[in-house]
């Protein structure tokens, strides 16, 4: 479906992404892993680009995202993006030297559809950031806000899925999160528990907004109870001194 912004998937991005920029800025170490991916590829499409996070600013870059919001939000020193989803690319066969994709897939329509094409429109590697679902669950925000965890868990595709649907050879990677990651997913706050209980970084990731708001709130406050008296550290505090953690965060690498 695509929502009154454009935005397409199950995620309405007219809502929810409003300052979505604040709060998800690409993190330059994550960025490195990326960069490496594309190998030697110059000319690049960015599918889900959204406001711009992890475009590699030395390469000739074609963005494409469907929400105007988060389109509206993309640095003059990017390029504009076009209106497009996953699933139908303007664009010829083998048109790009490499393709990337960064924490999208779970909004797309028809995942096989929009792997298809983006290994149709790309000749060399496709570069995919996105979360395992397997290991969603495993983070420590499970103890306090488990629908959303479980919502991530049953949103995201399994690493397999994305890896055969693009085809060719493929490497899966676990990308190590830094202690202050700059991309405020929920597991970049995994030694910082307190920025989760800021409305922003919530609304940033996008699992919050299909829970209820009162269910959110409880979470919230479940948490902040949690940091007040001490449980918190007692359980997790080492966390605070872990200069990376390793949580869901995958990158998949594909090469026809």
Same mark, same amino acid.
């Not at 700059?182 to 706050?189: H, I, M, S, T, V």
């Not at 910082?192 to 940033?204: C, Y």
């Given at each position: 479906? $695509? &929502?009154? %912004? *454009?935005?397409?998937?199950?995620?309405?991005?007219?809502?929810?992404?409003?300052?979505? /920029?604040?709060? =998800?800025?690409?993190?330059?170490?994550?960025?490195?892993?990326?960069?490496?991916?594309?190998?030697?590829?110059?000319?690049?499409?960015?599918?889900?680009?959204?406001?711009?996070?992890?475009?590699?600013?030395?390469?000739?870059?074609?963005?494409?995202?469907?929400?105007?919001?988060?389109?509206?939000?993309?640095?003059?020193?990017?390029?504009?993006?076009?209106?497009?989803?996953?699933?139908?690319?303007?664009?010829?066969? $083998? &048109?790009? %030297? *490499?393709?990337?994709?960064?924490?999208?897939?779970?909004?797309?329509?028809?995942?096989? /559809?929009?792997? =298809?094409?983006?290994?149709?429109?790309?000749?060399?590697?496709?570069?995919?950031?996105?979360?395992?679902?397997?290991?969603?669950?495993?983070?420590?925000?499970?103890?306090?806000?488990?629908?959303?965890?479980?919502?991530?868990?049953?949103?995201?595709?399994?690493?397999?899925?994305?890896?055969?649907?693009?085809?060719?050879?493929?490497?899966?990677?676990?990308?190590?999160?830094?202690?202050d990651c700059?991309?405020?997913?929920?597991?970049?706050?995994y030694g910082?528990?307190?920025?989760?209980?800021?409305?922003?970084?919530?609304?940033?990731c996008s699992?919050?907004?299909?829970?209820?708001?009162?269910?959110?709130?409880?979470?919230?406050?479940?948490?902040?109870?949690?940091?007040?008296?001490?449980?918190?550290?007692?359980?997790?505090?080492?966390?605070?001194?872990?200069?990376?953690?390793?949580?869901?965060?995958?990158?998949?690498?594909?090469?026809?």
């Open positions: 479906m $695509r &929502h009154a %912004d *454009g935005s397409a998937g199950d995620a309405d991005y007219g809502t929810i992404g409003f300052r979505y /920029a604040d709060y =998800r800025q690409p993190d330059p170490r994550i960025a490195a892993l990326v960069q490496k991916a594309l190998g030697p590829a110059q000319h690049v499409l960015n599918v889900g680009a959204g406001a711009g996070s992890y475009e590699p600013l030395d390469r000739d870059v074609t963005a494409v995202e469907p929400s105007q919001s988060m389109r509206a939000q993309r640095p003059a020193s990017h390029p504009v993006a076009i209106d497009a989803t996953a699933e139908n690319l303007p664009f010829p066969d $083998r &048109h790009f %030297d *490499g393709c990337m994709a960064i924490f999208t897939v779970h909004q797309w329509a028809d995942l096989a /559809a929009g792997l =298809r094409e983006l290994r149709r429109v790309t000749s060399g590697p496709v570069v995919i950031m996105s979360c395992d679902p397997q290991a969603v669950e495993e983070f420590w925000l499970n103890d306090y806000a488990p629908m959303v965890l479980a919502t991530e868990a049953r949103r995201y595709p399994s690493m397999p899925s994305i890896a055969d649907g693009l085809g060719g050879t493929h490497e899966i990677i676990p990308v190590s999160i830094p202690f700059r991309d405020g997913f929920n597991e970049a706050y910082r528990p307190e920025r989760l209980l800021e409305p922003g970084a919530r609304t940033a699992a919050w907004s299909f829970v209820a708001p009162n269910l959110a709130a409880s979470y919230v406050a479940k948490l902040r109870a949690a940091l007040a008296d001490g449980s918190w550290d007692r359980t997790y505090g080492n966390l605070r001194s872990e200069p990376f953690f390793t949580g869901s965060l995958r990158l998949v690498i594909s090469r026809p």
